[in-house]
């Protein structure tokens, strides 16, 4: 007995769900990579759109904050990859320091730094950081 597929059947592409972009690490990659992002949301957004509208933003704001964080901390070339999840998005930093980022507190009077942090384990389901010989790997885990 034939039935009628409910969805379509093609395959997704790679490229849809999973993006990988070096940058030699410049302060201009801080801006490339949020469009980095923003070029992987709207493909992504295609097929399967954010649950809800903050989520895009969510992932901007966390991608900006990780670039902006390996220009500062961790001269050097780094990687962005993006790859979606069963329930969202899964970003990974790779940089070239091993050194574990670690929370620094916040003055507001100062306008000094030691938000980002904070922000990333704020709107991350799940932060880790993987230390390696040639750097280290962060990954956070954002809805979708």
């Not at 969805?7 to 490339?32: I, K």
């Not at 961790?74 to 329930?87: I, S």
């Amino acid at each position: 007995m034939a039935t009628e597929p409910r969805w379509d059947e093609t395959p997704p592409s790679e490229e849809t769900y999973e993006r990988t972009v070096s940058f030699p690490g410049e302060l201009r990659n801080v801006t490339e990579a949020r469009l980095a992002a923003e070029q992987y949301l709207d493909a992504l957004a295609v097929s399967a759109p954010p649950g809800a509208p903050e989520y895009w933003d969510d992932i901007l704001l966390v991608v900006t904050e990780l670039a902006a964080n390996v220009i500062q901390y961790a001269p050097g070339p780094f990687d962005l990859r993006m790859r979606r999840t069963f329930d969202g998005v899964h970003v990974t930093m790779r940089d070239t320091n091993t050194t574990k980022p670690e929370p620094r507190p916040f003055h507001p009077r100062t306008g000094g730094g030691g938000i980002g942090w904070h922000l990333v384990h704020t709107l991350c389901t799940q932060v880790s950081v993987v230390v390696h010989e040639r750097g280290k790997d962060i990954h956070a885990f954002l809805p979708w």
